[in-house]
């Protein structure tokens, strides 16, 4: 069981009220179900709640990205050409930590991902490029990927 949570930040609240049936259906069927809120110009579900690293695809991601990533992808599929910025974070019980960081410029056309990470004995970085495959058609490749770790000094 991790805890997790996650928060979008789009233009203005009329984008919020077009983009929520879209993340809502992102997170059918997961522990992140109904508790998608809004807030101004935000979509967010609480960082604090709890769901299972199989729901929230930690044994998908880096290769093929998470349940956020997937939030992320179908919104820009469903608005091509609305911007937004997000921020996910997960712990797990074994004091693994990673925030999520995720920009859509609608001038650009990835999907652009920071990662930081920490767990016992590491911390590290990984940036990644998603890019659209042609024609809109819905499905993303990952472009780039840098990942970049140090372990803590000793002490």
């Not at 991790?2 to 979008?8: D, F, P, Q, R």
């Not at 940036?127 to 000793?154: C, L």
Request: glycine share 6%.
């Amino acid at each position: 069981m991790i805890i997790s949570g996650y928060t979008l930040h789009l233009p203005s609240p009329e984008d919020v009220a077009k983009a929520l049936p879209i993340c809502r259906k992102a997170t059918e069927g997961t522990p992140w179900e109904k508790k998608t809120e809004i807030f101004h110009a935000l979509i967010h579900v609480d960082k604090n709640t709890s769901i299972s690293e199989e729901d929230f695809g930690l044994d998908w991601y880096p290769e093929k990205g998470c349940l956020f990533y997937e939030i992320c992808f179908s919104l820009a599929n469903a608005y091509p050409d609305m911007k937004y910025t997000g921020q996910c974070s997960f712990k797990t019980t074994e004091g693994e930590h990673v925030t999520f960081y995720a920009e859509y410029p609608t001038d650009s056309v990835y999907i652009r991902f920071r990662a930081r990470e920490s767990s016992p004995g590491i911390r590290a970085l990984r940036r990644q490029w998603w890019k659209q495959v042609p024609e809109n058609s819905g499905h993303w490749i990952m472009d780039f990927d840098d990942y970049r770790s140090t372990a803590p000094e000793a002490q």
